[in-house]
Every structure is written in structure tokens, then in C-alpha cells.
Nanobody
Framework: QVPLMESGGGLVQAGGSLRLSCSAS?????????IGWFRQALGKEREFVAA?????EYADTVEGRFAVSRDNAKNMVYLQMNSLKPEDTAVYYC?????????????????WGQGTQVTVSS
């Protein structure tokens, strides 16, 4: 089990920035896991946002605006979100999996956080 915890969500105006953080609440190392970020807007399906293994991957909708990174010394993974748009409003989840299978499909992820709300006002 990898109990994940997100933080950093909140309310921001369009064009603003937020940084989400993901950590293991029991201090377990995340360095060997693929960490993915997903989001789910009200009434919509959960969708892939970004992931980090040795490299990074992004959904087309966030490419160039969002950046995922990890700090293994602090055992943290971050999602820097810039130029936020109202359509980025969603609950954001971090998830962990072994580096096998697709990074973009949620079904491959074994462990999930509880999510953090991001609201972008126009």
C-alpha cells in the first residue's frame, strides 16, 4: 500500500498559477513509482493530466502550461500549473504505479490520493 496525499489546491483567477504536491503519508519512498496526475471535473470522467517516470508526459490540453517534477530527497512530486483556465477546474488526484503499462490510463494505477480541489474563476 502507498497512501498518497495531495495538497496545494484552491481557488485562483484565470491566468494564475498553483502548485500541487503529492507525497506518501507514511513516508514511503515514491522514487521507484510512476506518478500520474489525473483530474475529474463535475459530471465528467477522470482524465489524464501528466505523469513522471524517468521522463514526463502531458495531456494535450495542458502541454506547455503544466509541469510535473519530483524531488526524491523530499519524497515529493509536484504539478506546477500555470496560465490556468476555467476549464482546468476539477478535483486533481495523484496516483502511483509500477513502471509498467500505460501511463495515461487510470486503470494501470494501483494507489490513489483523496484528491484536491482546484477552482479557476473567470
Amino acid at each position: 500500500q502507498v497512501p498518497l496525499m495531495e495538497s496545494g489546491g484552491g481557488l485562483v483567477q484565470a491566468g494564475g498559477s498553483l502548485r500541487l504536491s503529492c507525497s506518501a503519508s507514511d513516508g514511503q519512498s515514491l522514487s521507484t513509482y510512476t506518478i500520474g496526475w489525473f483530474r475529474q471535473a463535475l459530471g465528467k470522467e477522470r482524465e489524464f493530466v501528466a505523469a513522471i517516470v524517468r521522463g514526463t508526459e502531458y495531456a494535450d490540453t495542458v502541454e506547455g502550461r503544466f509541469a510535473v517534477s519530483r524531488d526524491n530527497a523530499k519524497n515529493m512530486v509536484y504539478l506546477q500549473m500555470n496560465s490556468l483556465k476555467p476549464e482546468d477546474t476539477a478535483v486533481y488526484y495523484c496516483a502511483a504505479k509500477q513502471p509498467l503499462g500505460s501511463t495515461r490510463q487510470s486503470v494501470w494505477y494501483d494507489y490513489w490520493g483523496q484528491g484536491t480541489q482546484v477552482t479557476v474563476s473567470s
